[in-house]
């Protein structure tokens, strides 16, 4: 009997209470080894924790659709994106990323960049910063492309907001017509920029959305050719290459926001790495327990979160916008449609027993 049981849904998240554990009291010691004091200590402590939470907050809607396209994976590739990806996600992304960046923007070497990002802390922090117009420019392009490719689409036809929703839907037959509004969002907002930084978000923006398709083109040659391919790499290589870019677009935001909390790069990289633990956990515990099968508009809320999160990451290249409105956004959406799943759950059954009743 016990075998048939589900798997409770806090044992999905054993690996990051245990990343949290380690992590935090890595944290504690950076904070006493740069400081010597217990407050400086308990700071870093509690900046840990933060980032943990805001990378939450900010990559909740990336766990559902990482869910989304992991469910249609084969299990070999399923768990190499659960393995290979949580060390790219973790390793790649909050440490080697930010460091590329200082790497290309300051033309130094990696070894000078992370001695840059140890000593000299205040001018890392300068150089990210500096670099964040493209990279919002590149990733709000990417994220755009992916949200407005799922509500363009004339196969959906579960609709959330029906007259919004059944019109995109229709019009998904006019050949790139998310392409369409895509390059026209980015014209608008390339031409309320002035001189070189309307130049670098026009090339940026550009590069996103040619990395969406040509993401796009390697998925849809897998498929097109997976009868020859072996059962391991069937249908898997492209959702996994789309995956990781899709996560790295994700990321991009909260590393950039994270410098907003604390210049220290590795302090950074064990808060965002605690968050992204927990991101995993709950993509997994989303595939294995059917949730978005059971909830039929929460990939609603979270492809909804994704375009507002394109948009903030446009606007934030001419002026700041919290994370924490950020992050708040796109949670709000996701419990909105979590609740109208409810509902709907709540009518269907009430529908069924009235008959009989």
Not at 81 to 110: D, K, Q
Not at 141 to 157: A, D, P, Q, R, W
Not at 346 to 352: K, L, M, N, P
Request: a negative charge.
């Amino acid at each position: 009997m016990n075998a048939s049981l589900p798997k409770s849904t806090m044992s999905y998240f054993v690996w990051a209470f245990i990343v949290t554990g380690l992590g935090l009291v890595l944290g504690a010691w950076l904070g006493w080894a740069s400081t010597g004091t217990l407050s400086g200590m308990a700071t870093v402590f509690f900046i840990c924790v933060v980032l943990a939470v805001l990378e939450i907050s900010l990559s909740f809607d990336n766990a559902i659709v990482n869910a989304n396209k992991l469910k249609d994976m084969t299990p070999v590739w399923q768990h190499r994106f659960l393995t290979w990806g949580i060390v790219i996600a973790v390793f790649g992304m909050r440490i080697v990323f930010p460091l590329a960046i200082v790497v290309i923007a300051a033309g130094i070497g990696p070894i000078e960049a992370v001695i840059l990002a140890a000593k000299q802390p205040d001018e890392y922090a300068r150089i990210m910063n500096d670099a964040h117009l493209p990279i919002a420019a590149f990733g709000g392009t990417f994220l755009m492309m992916v949200g407005l490719s799922y509500f363009f689409n004339h196969e959906k036809e579960v609709h959330w907001f029906s007259l919004l929703e059944s019109r995109m839907a229709k019009f998904a037959s006019i050949k790139g017509v998310e392409i369409a509004i895509v390059l026209l969002t980015i014209l608008v907002f390339a031409a309320m920029l002035e001189g070189p930084e309307a130049t670098t978000f026009l090339y940026s923006a550009i590069y996103g959305l040619l990395t969406f398709l040509a993401v796009e083109v390697i998925g849809g040659l897998l498929d097109y050719s997976q009868r020859a391919m072996s059962e391991a790499a069937k249908g898997g290589f492209g959702a996994f290459l789309y995956l990781e870019v899709l996560d790295a677009s994700f990321s991009f935001d909260g590393v950039i926001g994270a410098f907003a909390l604390t210049q220290n790069l590795f302090v950074i990289a064990i808060g965002l790495g605690i968050g992204a633990m927990y991101v995993r956990s709950m993509t997994i515990m989303l595939v294995e327990k059917g949730t978005l099968a059971e909830y039929r508009y929460l990939e609603h809320g979270a492809f909804y979160a994704i375009l507002i999160l394109a948009v903030i990451m446009y606007v934030q290249t001419m002026f700041h916008i919290p994370e924490v409105i950020t992050g708040l956004g796109g949670a709000t959406l996701i419990g909105i449609s979590f609740w109208a799943s409810v509902r709907h759950n709540r009518r269907e059954r009430a529908g069924q027993l009235s008959p009989s009743h």
